[in-house]
């Protein structure tokens, strides 16, 4: 009977460790995939001429990608500067601050929210925050704006990421022991004092770690962005310029123009760039991670 136990319990973590290593396996497998089908670019242009050159013409075989990538850049960073302190102070007052009949109905308002297909965001940008930016924000910046620009795709990409951000903030939050809170405040500190010293610090390196995945989940967003930012192949130079991130460039065209010599191979590398940026982003923030965890605790 004990052999059997110890075979058992061999046999559930050999079955796990190959569940975990699968898990591995099928990310590389997704990353050599994409670089074998987008490998017929690399015999025509080199990496630097794709990455830096603003040339789209498809027709033309000119196929650069700087006006993506920092179409990706402006829209992500605007929506997490958007995001963040609104969520950050959110989670704050309903863990520190609001009464349970207050959470009771927040909770699930903001499980709501996150369950909301993009498409619908997407349309709400579309019907609102586009006509506004157009009538009332851009007017008072630049001479004509459609509304169809980075602010927008930034302002509808921050609604989106919210709730899930805020989410993952109030868990953070909760997870420290009521004893921490106690202790802070019987040696005189305030309830600000104690959330700024006790609450936020305890809590730092999930902080970071919440911001990283919402980065991610922005960084590849498509539908949403690629209906209110305007879809033009420049570099924003402000926030009132169109956009065309990444994400948008594969859905719009993928399927449409492939008859195009390297087209496809050209949409292939989109998508390789997303993918590495996000594993690179990864990693380097669990890097960064680890040396806040070590300096603060």
Known sequence: MQNFRIIK???????????????????????????????????????????????????????????FLMGTLWVTALAITLSFPVALLTAIFLTEYSGSWVRKYIFPALDILAGIPSVIYGVWGIILIVPWISEKIARNFVEFSTGYTVLAGGIVLGVMILPILTSLFIELFSSVPEQFREASMSLGATKWQTIKKVVLRKTVPGIFAAVILAISRAFGETIAVLMVCGNFPQIPRTLFDPAYPLPALIANNYGEMLSLPLYEAALMFAALILFVVILLFNLISRAVLYRIEKKFF
Do not use: H, Q
């Open 9 to 67: 319990d061999k046999t559930a973590g050999g079955f796990m460790f190959f569940l975990t290593m699968g898990a591995l396996l099928l990310v590389v497998v997704m990353g050599i995939g994409l670089f074998l089908k987008s490998a017929p670019i690399f015999e025509n242009y080199s990496l630097k001429e794709l990455l830096f050159s603003s040339n789209w013409r498809p027709l033309r075989g000119e196929f650069g990608f700087l006006p």
